[in-house]
């Protein structure tokens, strides 16, 4: 089975800051990776899909990219409403997996 | 606009077995190419995937899970449901439902979650 990585697990920063968060595979998933952002108590948000398409309504100040194994999730100028949890997932042969999240909070 | 939304019981005896359903509003589970996926989250830890039904009715697992989960759909009830048996306090969660596309670009985002329901609490307690 596929393994999912992410770094780094937590990450301390400023409203306007330049945000990146790696997403890597154990192995080859070309480019079916997605990212979500998770707020406490609700449910998870697709923000990118594909590796670097950016879901409908998603703020441009997300991108991402990557193939194969390593992924990046950009957010270009933080915001105040981008203080949540990211989460990187694949899908491979029928199953699904997610990392185990990134935390971004006020540094 | 197709919405999912969990229902069932939020407390589970250890051993029993736990049942939720899913029920989508908006558009039909028989139609187009999707995974209809069940996913939990144990309080303040990450996401795991337990399994899904694709539109044309196959499941898949995930391998930890394989053994006590089935996901079935009631298409004349437009719901697709979980059963989790000889349940133990590890399996104390909030559990969402959610909508991925097939790889074709065609249905929704391809093996993405774009749709969830708002989830549920599950706790196994006696």
């Known amino acids: 089975d596929i393994q999912m990585t992410q770094s780094p697990s937590t990450l301390s920063a400023s409203v306007g800051d330049r945000v990146t968060i790696t997403c890597r595979a154990s192995?080859?998933?070309?480019?079916?990776l997605a990212w979500y952002q998770q707020k406490p108590g609700k449910a998870p948000k697709l923000l990118m899909y594909?590796?670097?398409s950016l879901e409908s309504g998603v703020p441009s100040r997300f991108s991402g990219s990557g193939s194969g194994t390593e992924f990046t999730l950009t957010i270009s100028s933080l915001q105040p409403d981008d203080f949540a949890t990211y989460y990187c997932?694949?899908?491979?042969?029928?199953?699904?997996?997610f990392g185990p999240g990134t935390k971004v909070d006020i540094k | 606009q197709v919405q999912l939304q969990e229902s069932g019981p939020g407390l589970v005896k250890p051993s029993q077995t736990l049942s939720l359903i899913c029920t989508v509003s908006g558009g039909s589970i028989s139609r187009g190419s999707y995974y209809w996926s069940w996913i939990r989250q144990p309080a303040g830890k990450g996401l795991e995937w337990v399994g899904r039904i694709y539109t044309t009715g196959s499941t898949y697992y995930n391998p930890s899970l394989k053994s006590r989960v089935t996901i079935s759909a009631d298409t004349s009830k437009n719901q697709f449901s979980l059963k989790l048996i000889s349940v133990t306090a590890a399996d104390t969660a909030v559990y969402y439902c959610a909508r991925a596309g097939d790889g074709s670009g065609s249905y929704g985002r391809e093996y993405a979650f774009d749709i969830w329901g708002q989830g549920t609490v599950v706790t196994v307690s006696s």
């Open positions: 997932q694949q899908c491979d042969t029928n199953l699904f997996t």
């Open positions: 594909k590796a670097s």
């Open positions: 192995q080859s998933i070309s480019s079916w």
